[in-house]
């Protein structure tokens, strides 16, 4: 008998997106948060400090309806879900299988393999071939549908987690007005100097480590209205913002073992901690808070995982 098993999310269902970050509590750098609602608007505002005890302020307004759905967008990863997928999938390739090979499937919502077995090698070769291919296929569509990718870090450990990018770039038009906000700021300004401003206002949002059973990673939308967020999290909005008002400039995620960060490319000196990844220079940002980190400065359990090239970065598109 042979064994097919399913190189998949469900053998390696470690899902890797409620990522902690190292902080020691301090006072918050933001000063004021408000919130209101006036018909179809919501009026945001924040007052808040950076590295260097300089206080900012930026308000918007933004359409409610617009940032609930951007909220609500958000789907989990399911097992269940998958590997009920899959053996749809699979049960509809069976009558096109080799004559003589028996399938069997086990399904434990968790896990998912096929055996399959007959008298003939050649024809278990040929179906094996043929349903690993549409095992990868169906997982494929099954994450892009729902907006997760595939994920290895650092470490080597495999997973699922929510597209971040994706959720950067869908949120750019629900955020345009506080983007814009933004960009009357900063937009003459030297583009680290400007970054830097960006990325202290999202460290200055309350971290908050997310439910891993409930939710491990809210939309830049809801980090916004809900007024906080966990690393991953807030590195998408800091996405968000940032390429709002730079779409050229090149940028990355990175993922270290329990928290996510920033980094940037601007192509000329800049002061900080710069870290090299496949022959380009990149400096990082932190983005989780609650320490106030200017760009280029990491916390020390990053510093060490950045130095042991113990991550994964992800450019962003």
């Not at 399959?116 to 278990?124: N, P, S, T």
Request: aromatic fraction near 10%; hydrophobic fraction near 40%; glycine fraction near 4%.
């Amino acid at each position: 008998m042979t064994r097919l098993s399913c190189y998949s999310a469900l053998l390696f269902s470690l899902v890797l997106t409620s990522l902690l970050v190292q902080a020691k509590t301090q006072q918050p750098a933001q000063r004021e948060y408000n919130k209101i609602t006036q018909g179809d608007q919501t009026l945001v505002s924040y007052v808040w400090q950076d590295s260097r005890k300089t206080e900012y302020y930026v308000k918007a307004s933004l359409d409610t309806k617009l940032m609930l759905d951007a909220s609500r967008a958000l789907q989990q990863f399911k097992p269940r879900h998958l590997a009920r997928s899959l053996n749809q999938a699979v049960r509809k390739a069976e009558v096109d299988l080799p004559a003589g090979v028996n399938l069997r499937l086990v399904n434990s919502g968790y896990s998912y393999s096929v055996h399959l077995d007959g008298r003939d090698a050649d024809d278990i070769k040929q179906a094996k071939q043929i349903l690993r291919r549409l095992i990868n296929q169906t997982e494929n569509q099954y994450l892009k549908d729902r907006h997760l990718t595939k994920f290895q870090d650092g470490y080597g450990m495999q997973g699922i987690i929510p597209d971040h990018l994706y959720y950067a770039r869908a949120n750019q038009q629900p955020l345009a007005p506080l983007i814009g906000a933004f960009y009357k700021q900063v937009h003459q300004l030297p583009p680290h100097i400007a970054i830097d401003r960006i990325i202290s206002f999202v460290q200055a949002i309350p971290y908050s480590s997310l439910d891993r059973i409930e939710s491990s990673f809210i939309s830049p939308a809801s980090v916004i209205f809900d007024n906080k967020g966990d690393c991953d999290s807030k590195a998408a909005l800091a996405i968000a913002l940032i390429r709002g008002v730079y779409p050229r400039r090149k940028l990355a995620i990175v993922y270290l073992k329990k928290h996510a960060l920033l980094a940037v490319n601007f192509g000329y000196d800049v002061q900080g901690d710069w870290f090299n990844h496949e022959g380009e220079r990149w400096l990082p940002a932190e983005v989780a808070g609650p320490s106030v980190l200017a760009i280029g400065k990491t916390s020390i359990q990053s510093s060490r995982e950045l130095a042991a090239r113990a991550f994964k970065l992800v450019p962003v598109p």
